[in-house]
């Protein structure tokens, strides 16, 4: 058994992004710890919620419950406040998490590191896949983590596919879908989304668990985004997210269709690509 941290941005990320690969860790017989950054405070108003300690709370339910869903063994809050996207006035507040000191910020996560002995830590890209400027604190918080551990964990940023985005708005256009939206063209912070198939090392697919995902998202009802994704019909929700997708650095391998981590029975051949690791501080 091994023991995978997934650190997240908001509540409702790990359902967005990497629920798929918690719930199929679970199923390989590891230890799922869930650290999420912020509180969420700016997020979609829940029903009967109006200020941002309403709007908190009543989200910290909906993580707890989109915890139970996934069968997430610790769920972590470090406190810091939603930054909201690039550019609104949130992003001022010195208690979001954008504005964290990142050496603080990665000394918190390297505890959850150390007291569980993770092997793992599981991030985002260098531009949090989209921008958003408490995403992309994920990115430096997680490189410093790593570095502060007592022992380096193995390091995967999970991240959008952004030639099979184009990919699939171009098969919904061609469709006769009314799509207005271009992967290629400038997210939040003015970047395409995601990283290009070439700089991705695993490609997970989640199709036998995307119930999982669509119940973990479920949770999280009242967000917009969420409720726009809920919004699809079961095929296209499974074309969209059948996926997880990661960047491992060190490894020479292309993208490859597999599972990374190993499983509690240790069934891994030792020819899996879960084994075929470059440098020798993570053997
Ligand atoms: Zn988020």
Same mark, same amino acid.
């Given at each position: 058994?091994?023991?995978?941290?997934?650190?997240?941005?908001?509540?409702?990320?790990?359902?967005?992004?990497?629920?798929?690969?918690? $719930?199929?860790?679970?199923?390989?017989?590891?230890?799922?710890? %869930?650290?999420?950054?912020? #509180?969420?405070? /700016?997020?979609?108003?829940?029903?009967?919620?109006?200020?941002?300690?309403?709007?908190?709370?009543?989200?910290?339910?909906?993580?707890?419950?989109?915890?139970? $869903?996934?069968? $997430?063994?610790?769920?972590? %809050?470090?406190?810091?406040?939603?930054?909201?996207? *690039?550019?609104?006035?949130?992003?001022?507040?010195?208690?979001?998490?954008?504005?964290? #000191?990142?050496?603080?910020?990665?000394?918190?996560? &390297?505890?959850?590191?150390?007291?569980?002995?993770?092997?793992?830590?599981?991030?985002?890209?260098?531009?949090?896949?989209?921008? /958003?400027?408490?995403? !992309?604190?994920?990115?430096?918080?997680?490189?410093?983590?790593?570095?502060?551990?007592?022992?380096?964990?193995?390091?995967?940023? &999970?991240?959008? #596919?952004?030639?099979? +985005?184009?990919?699939?708005?171009?098969?919904?256009?061609?469709?006769?879908?009314?799509?207005? %939206?271009?992967?290629?063209?400038?997210?939040?912070?003015? #970047?395409?989304?995601? *990283?290009?198939?070439?700089?991705? /090392?695993?490609?997970?697919? !989640? *199709?036998? $668990?995307?119930?999982?995902?669509?119940?973990?998202?479920?949770?999280?009802?009242?967000?917009?985004?969420?409720?726009?994704?809920?919004?699809?019909?079961?095929?296209?929700?499974?074309?969209?997210?059948?996926?997880?997708?990661?960047?491992?650095?060190?490894?020479? +391998?292309?993208?490859?269709?597999? %599972?990374?981590?190993?499983?509690?029975?240790?069934?891994?051949?030792?020819?899996?690509?879960? *084994?075929?690791?470059?440098?020798?501080?993570?053997?």
């Amino acid at each position: 058994m091994a023991t995978l941290v997934f650190l997240h941005a908001h509540p409702d990320d790990e359902a967005s992004g990497t629920s798929g690969t918690m $719930v199929l860790a679970k199923e390989h017989g590891h230890r799922v710890v %869930w650290v999420c950054a912020t #509180n969420g405070d /700016h997020g979609t108003a829940p029903e009967g919620c109006t200020t941002p300690d309403e709007v908190a709370a009543a989200r910290r339910l909906e993580a707890e419950a989109s915890a139970r $869903v996934l069968g $997430v063994d610790r769920l972590v %809050w470090l406190g810091y406040a939603d930054s909201g996207m *690039t550019g609104w006035e949130q992003n001022h507040n010195d208690l979001s998490f954008a504005r964290a #000191n990142p050496v603080e910020a990665g000394r918190k996560v &390297a505890d959850v590191l150390d007291e569980e002995g993770a092997e793992v830590l599981v991030g985002y890209d260098w531009h949090g896949g989209y921008g /958003h400027p408490d995403h !992309i604190m994920v990115h430096t918080v997680m490189n410093q983590a790593a570095e502060q551990a007592a022992r380096r964990p193995r390091v995967l940023q &999970a991240t959008f #596919n952004r030639d099979r +985005q184009r990919q699939r708005a171009q098969e919904a256009r061609a469709a006769g879908m009314d799509l207005d %939206w271009d992967p290629d063209g400038p997210a939040d912070d003015g #970047n395409p989304m995601g *990283t290009l198939e070439a700089d991705l /090392h695993w490609d997970v697919d !989640i *199709t036998d $668990v995307i119930a999982s995902k669509r119940a973990a998202l479920q949770c999280h009802a009242s967000q917009s985004d969420v409720q726009s994704m809920l919004s699809m019909p079961d095929e296209v929700f499974e074309l969209a997210f059948g996926h997880e997708y990661f960047i491992e650095e060190g490894l020479a +391998q292309p993208m490859t269709a597999a %599972w990374p981590f190993g499983s509690s029975a240790g069934s891994v051949p030792d020819d899996s690509p879960a *084994t075929v690791r470059v440098g020798d501080d993570r053997a």
